[in-house]
């Protein structure tokens, strides 16, 4: 985000720079260039009144002596023509023989037109200058002096005025870029305030909270706002948790107590109630394992139970055998598939949760005389426990609301239950970094797969 506010900032300040600087550095190598164009029709001026004078005369020394003078002071050569076009004076001693283009001006100025300003031109399109100037006698032209100056000087002045202003320009873009960084740090310093609250809020810190005194007043609003909004969210977790704790402390009592009735009621039964007795005590102590569970995540917001080698195949099995009764009595068989160990780094309570919420929903919505298939097995994207029943199933549409909260198909609107069974399951997976499918097989019924990710695999 800074990147992209500093590239919004720049972008224009860059554009003016090209524009200012582009349209000064013309300026400057025109008024260079004039200035020089100015000084050379001063010169040549003055020689066109002394070339009168010897054309006059009919003595080339006085022009030869003032040319020769000054070529050697400016660099700058001189020479006057006669009516013919042929040089007459030029201040030298080798003989002068015009080039085409000169001699071509030269007869332009022999027939009374002054030579035309070269136009203004970049420094390395800048030749040297070639001016003629017409000799007038009595309205007659008797001659015409022509100055050749070289351009080397003024292309250094443009140069150097040029490399200036890039140099301003880049320091000037130092500047621009120096200010709209610590202008990016004002404005998004309380951002990033927000998204570290925001991160350590996620973590479980619910006392993270953003100082409301720095950055523009835009912002300070929305930190007052996120403020009061995490305020609200530690409120409500913390009732959550505080029902969550009392429901375990009051849960706690009544099933100490149903297993102590347990074994009282065992003292009085033969042996051949010995498997159910046992069942009842296993189930019992599942209780209290989820009591024990529900307590911690109370007490410290996140579960205290490290990770372990569990058999996703034999906890199938166990929870197959534990809902073995209430399906016999609405006619319904498990039909247990798969392999025969599939070893997970998981939370075996969480899972078994899980599980028995889905298997809860397949033996709900199964017809008398049908089966439910549970089966374990290992992927290539890690383990995989899958239940899969013979029921009416959903419609396709249908199938990404099925582990919405309080979601009922309309088909199923009389069954008992709350629509929350799938949703719990699927927000138990989501804790173990797993994942809950739901798919619609082509002969019908619903199959329900919960997949651990290939990191828990062992």
């Known amino acids: 985000m800074r990147t992209r506010l500093m590239i919004v900032f720049l972008v224009p300040l860059v ?23 100015a000084e050379q029709l001063g010169d040549l001026s003055y020689f066109v009144t002394s070339a009168r004078q010897a054309l006059r005369a009919g003595n080339p020394a006085v022009v030869d002596s003032e040319a020769a003078r000054f070529e050697q002071l400016y660099d700058i050569r001189v020479v006057v023509v ?13 003989p002068v023989v015009l080039e085409e283009a000169v001699s071509a001006q030269a007869a332009l100025a022999l027939s009374g ?51 200036l202003l890039v140099v301003i320009a880049g320091l000037a873009a130092l500047l621009g870029l120096f200010v709209v960084n610590r202008l990016a740090g004002w404005v998004l310093r309380p951002v990033q305030r927000v998204d570290l609250a925001m991160e350590a809020i996620e973590k479980g810190d619910m006392e993270a909270r953003i100082a409301d005194d720095t950055g523009p007043p835009e912002l300070r609003r929305m930190i007052l706002i996120f403020n009061s909004m995490a305020e609200e969210i530690e409120r409500a977790l913390s009732r959550q948790r505080e029902f969550a704790l009392n429901a375990s402390h009051e849960l706690r009592n009544p099933l100490n107590a149903l297993l102590v009735r347990v074994e009282l009621l065992a003292t009085g039964l033969d042996e051949g109630w010995i498997d159910d007795i046992e069942a009842t005590r296993e189930e019992g102590r599942r209780m209290t394992r989820i009591l024990d569970t529900l307590l911690s995540l109370a007490r410290s917001g996140h579960g205290d139970a490290e990770p372990a080698v569990v058999d996703l195949a034999a906890l199938a099995q166990r929870r197959v055998e534990a809902w073995q009764d209430v399906a016999a009595q609405r ?25 028995d919420a889905v298997i809860d929903n397949a033996v709900k919505f199964s017809p008398a005389g049908t089966c439910v ?24 549409d249908e199938l990404e609301h099925v582990t919405d909260r309080f979601w009922r198909s309309p088909g199923s609107q009389n069954q008992p239950g709350s629509g929350l069974g799938l949703a719990i399951a699927t927000d138990l997976l989501h804790a173990l970094d797993g994942e809950l499918t739901v798919t619609s097989p082509e002969d019908g019924g619903l199959m329900v797969s919960l997949r651990l990710p290939e990191g828990y695999v062992r």
């Open 15 to 37: 554009g003016v720079l090209v524009v200012l600087g582009g349209a000064y550095a013309w300026s400057a190598a025109r008024s260079i260039q004039q200035e020089f164009y």
């Open 82 to 94: 006669d009516r013919s076009g042929e040089p007459w004076a030029h201040g030298g001693e080798p």
């Open 331 to 355: 006619g319904i068989s498990f039909v247990r598939s798969g392999e025969t160990e599939v070893l997970s780094l998981t939370d075996d309570t969480m899972v078994e949760s899980a599980l």
């Open 113 to 163: 037109r002054r030579s035309e300003l070269p136009p203004a031109a970049l420094p390395w399109l800048f030749t040297d200058a070639v001016l003629v100037e017409p000799v007038f006698d009595d309205g007659d032209v008797i001659g015409a002096v022509i100055i050749s100056a070289s351009v080397e000087a003024p292309r250094v002045a443009i140069i150097r005025h040029w490399v």
């Open 373 to 396: 298939e549970v089966s374990a097995s290992r992927q290539e994207s890690g383990c995989v426990v899958a239940v899969r029943d013979h029921g009416p199933g959903v419609r396709d």
